[in-house]
């Protein structure tokens, strides 16, 4: 799986352009389509998720989202000149690789960027907690590009998501999209993201939602990403 670095230059023959300039809006709300390269100009519209977005130019830029202290996305901006639009994206609001939509409530589509079901696997073990014993079941799920692993503690589970090889922004996108929450009011429905709370270290923790307690991105030592969630009803 590509990561979603984008090329800087834009290739002559309209193969090559189309397999190294284009790209998928992750952002769960859409991308921003802005009149020029800035995050502080005109918004024209929002570019649904899953649309498919094709650069006619990469620009350069300084500028990062900004989701809190310590924690920004960084990127480029994309020009595009198609159906969708013209005008500028944010490269933070895209991936190289093209999701499958999965609608879930009503109005509201998920991308879904598992990939196809390689292997799975459960593995039970006995730990010690507070001096007890418990019995620890652990299912382990292996798609293309991402392994699931499913914790059942008892009164608690833990969900992880392992992406590999993909980037910071990209697994930030997918807080919202495994377990998603729904909030239905007058306005309408909407997916809830978790807010972010603080970095730590390799850790960028976000405030639970429901019965979720904890939520954090960890990059491991190999750089690769994690999703971690602790559940207890």
């Not at 834009?10 to 300039?21: A, L, M, R, Y």
């Not at 409530?105 to 010690?128: Q, V």
């Not at 079941?137 to 499913?150: A, K, L, M, N, S």
């Not at 639970?208 to 491991?220: D, P, Q």
Request: glycine share 6%; aromatic share 10%; proline share 4%.
């Amino acid at each position: 799986m590509k990561s979603a670095g984008l090329e800087m230059t834009i290739g002559n023959s309209s193969k090559e352009k189309s397999e190294k300039n284009t790209f998928f809006v992750i952002n769960i709300y859409g991308a921003q389509l802005y009149e020029k390269p800035a995050l502080d100009s005109k918004l024209i519209k929002r570019i649904s998720v899953g649309e498919k977005i094709v650069a006619e130019h990469i620009l350069e830029t300084k500028q990062s989202i900004h989701i809190g202290e310590g924690f920004q996305l960084h990127g480029h901006f994309v020009e595009v000149k198609n159906q969708v639009g013209s005008g500028f994206i944010h490269s933070s609001d895209l991936t190289t690789f093209r999701p499958r939509l999965e609608p879930i409530y009503n109005g509201i589509i998920i991308p879904d960027f598992k990939g196809k079901l390689i292997h799975k696997s459960t593995d039970k073990r006995i730990e010690k907690f507070n001096d007890k014993p418990f019995e620890i079941e652990e299912d382990i799920t292996t798609y293309d590009h991402i392994i699931h692993t499913y914790t059942d503690f008892a009164d608690c589970f833990e969900k992880t998501y392992l992406y590999k090889y993909m980037t910071l922004h990209e697994v930030y996108h997918q807080l919202p999209v495994h377990d998603p929450k729904i909030d239905v009011n007058s306005k309408g429905n909407f997916i809830l993201m978790p807010e972010f709370l603080e970095k730590k270290d390799n850790q960028y923790i976000f405030k639970g939602i429901g019965i979720t307690r904890s939520i954090a991105i960890i990059e491991n030592e190999d750089g690769q990403f994690l999703i971690t969630s602790l559940d207890c009803p």
